[in-house]
């Protein structure tokens, strides 16, 4: 056992994981409990986080908590998994490519509450001043739904996404209802209705 400078025994060394039975368990600091991993659950029955952990105990911030032979097992298994998963890589390697052009960050910061003080503080950035690859990619979002909204028109019996709402705005179709029948947000119904109000270049009845 060690001992915290307030005096508070502990089952495990000061500014390290204790490994037991051949690396098969760790020794939790606090309870002296054999585990597989402190996880987040065991964590909060002594009122902490993991973070809360590993700085309580002086862990570093990186620190795994697992079990050696735990980390191990789930090394190997991740090198099976990439090498056998075709669309593992592949989503990885756009996952680093968003993370280097900073278009993950940038999502990040627009996904934040509105009231948050980051997200005042980026509002204008996220706008206007985004970067180009944040700005690629809402392009090719906008294209993607542009296109399912046309094929959804066509469904309907339209020959364009404009003829449907054109349609729809003449005989009084409500936001809701375009909503229903494209599959798109409210806003967005909202928005695309406002922006036509010619009259129905391809007549249909609504019904």
Same mark, same amino acid.
């Given at each position: 056992?060690?001992?915290?400078?307030?005096?508070?025994?502990?089952?495990?060394?000061?500014?390290?994981?204790?490994?037991?039975?051949?690396?098969?368990?760790?020794?939790?600091?606090?309870?002296?409990?054999?585990?597989? =991993?402190? +996880?987040?659950?065991? =964590?909060?029955?002594?009122?902490?986080?993991?973070?809360?952990?590993?700085?309580?105990?002086?862990? $570093?911030?990186?620190?795994?908590?697992? %079990?050696?032979?735990?980390?191990?097992?789930?090394?190997?298994?991740?090198?099976?998994?990439?090498?056998? $998963?075709? @669309?593992?890589?592949?989503?990885?390697?756009?996952?680093?490519?968003?993370?280097?052009?900073?278009?993950?960050?940038?999502?990040?910061?627009?996904?934040? #509450?509105?009231?948050?003080?980051?997200?005042?503080?980026?509002?204008? =950035?996220?706008?206007?001043?985004? +970067? #180009?690859?944040?700005?690629?990619?809402?392009?090719?979002?906008?294209?993607?739904?542009?296109?399912?909204?046309?094929?959804? %028109?066509?469904?309907?019996?339209? #020959?364009?996404?404009?003829?449907?709402?054109?349609?729809?705005?003449?005989?009084?179709?409500?936001?809701?209802?375009?909503?229903?029948?494209?599959?798109?947000?409210?806003?967005? @119904?909202?928005?695309?209705?406002?922006?036509? $109000?010619?009259?129905?270049?391809?007549?249909?009845?609504?019904?």
């Amino acid at each position: 056992m060690d001992r915290l400078d307030d005096g508070t025994w502990v089952f495990a060394p000061y500014g390290s994981m204790l490994p037991i039975e051949d690396g098969a368990r760790v020794v939790c600091h606090v309870c002296g409990a054999a585990l597989a =991993a402190i +996880s987040a659950q065991h =964590a909060r029955r002594h009122d902490l986080t993991l973070a809360g952990y590993r700085e309580r105990f002086g862990l $570093n911030r990186k620190q795994s908590l697992l %079990a050696p032979a735990l980390a191990e097992t789930r090394r190997v298994e991740g090198k099976r998994r990439w090498a056998e $998963n075709d @669309a593992l890589r592949t989503g990885l390697a756009v996952g680093q490519g968003m993370a280097r052009s900073g278009v993950l960050h940038e999502l990040g910061t627009t996904a934040q #509450p509105a009231g948050s003080r980051r997200r005042q503080g980026r509002a204008a =950035a996220s706008r206007s001043g985004a +970067s #180009p690859a944040l700005q690629a990619h809402r392009a090719a979002q906008s294209e993607t739904a542009r296109a399912r909204w046309e094929e959804r %028109a066509r469904e309907l019996g339209f #020959p364009t996404l404009d003829a449907y709402l054109t349609e729809r705005r003449a005989h009084g179709g409500t936001a809701h209802r375009v909503r229903t029948e494209l599959g798109c947000g409210g806003t967005t @119904a909202v928005r695309l209705l406002a922006a036509h $109000n010619g009259s129905a270049s391809d007549p249909k009845n609504s019904t």
